[in-house]
Nanobody
Framework: QVQLVESGGGLVQAGGSLTLSCAAS????????MGWFRQAPGKERESVAA????????YYTDSVKGRFTISRDNAKNTVYLQMNSLKPEDTAVYFC??????????????WGRGTQVTVSS
């Protein structure tokens, strides 16, 4: 059974930092491109960042470029999202996602349940 379990969310002041983690199990992690999505209240889920299977290639949506960094550790079956200079508009539920043999994550094969990130002004 495949599981993606996010952690690291929380409440932070604007300008602060958080690091999200997503631990994967039940799959051959290195065969999957990994991504982070977010969904704010009343808005559609959007892709935030993605990383290729072995990690050299990454993608970021324009609003987070220069502030967020996606990385992965295939030995630990974990993908990370380092978020710096957080803004109130980054407030959302953040979801981890996995796509077999591709870093074009949408639509993913698997979703995590999400972790809440709240940025106060």
């Amino acid at each position: 059974q495949v599981q993606l379990v996010e952690s690291g969310g929380g409440l932070v002041q604007a300008g602060g930092s958080l690091t999200l983690s997503c631990a994967a199990s039940g799959l051959t992690f290195s065969n999957y491109g990994m991504g982070w999505f977010r969904q704010a209240p009343g808005k559609e889920r959007e892709s935030v960042a993605a990383i290729s299977r072995s990690g050299p290639n990454t993608y970021y949506t324009d609003s987070v470029k220069g502030r967020f960094t996606i990385s992965r550790d295939n030995a630990k079956n974990t993908v990370y999202l380092q978020m710096n200079s957080l803004k109130p508009e980054d407030t959302a539920v953040y979801f981890c996602a996995a796509k077999f043999m591709s870093m074009i994550i949408s639509p993913p094969n698997y979703w995590g349940r999400g972790t809440q990130v709240t940025v106060s002004s």
